[in-house]
């Protein structure tokens, strides 16, 4: 079992900047690929970007690539996204998902872990 917490969430302006963080505890964390997906209001759940468990792979959704930045610390059991440029079709709730594989993935069905959530809101 892994448990994930997310946080770094907030209020931006349009063209800011904000760095989350997934805190994970419980079984090894660096053998788990690692997710970030949001979910705004009204739309269902969407791939954001993820990372192998060495991190020599990652993948992002393409509205976000180049703005944003999915990175890990295997030794603090942290996995991060940073996110630049912020735009105002990026508010949404930023889930923390691992899976039990080193493979990134890029589909819900891929994880087998999920956060709570972390808000994320740009305003214009």
């Known amino acids: 079992q892994v448990q994930l917490v997310e946080s770094g969430g907030g209020l931006v302006q349009v063209g800011g900047s904000l760095r989350l963080s997934c805190a994970a505890s419980?079984?090894?964390?660096?053998?788990?690929?690692m997710g970030w997906f949001r979910q705004a209001p009204g739309k269902e759940r969407e791939f954001v970007a993820a990372i192998s468990w060495s991190a020599t792979s990652t993948r992002y959704a393409d509205s976000v690539k180049g703005r944003f930045t999915i990175s890990r610390d295997n030794a603090k059991n942290t996995v991060y996204l940073q996110m630049n440029n912020l735009k105002p079709e990026d508010t949404a709730v930023y889930y923390c998902a691992a899976r039990r594989t080193v493979v990134v993935g890029i589909l819900i069905s891929d994880y087998d872990y999920w956060g709570q959530g972390t808000q994320v809101t740009v305003s214009s």
């Open positions: 419980g079984r090894t964390f660096s053998r788990n690929a």
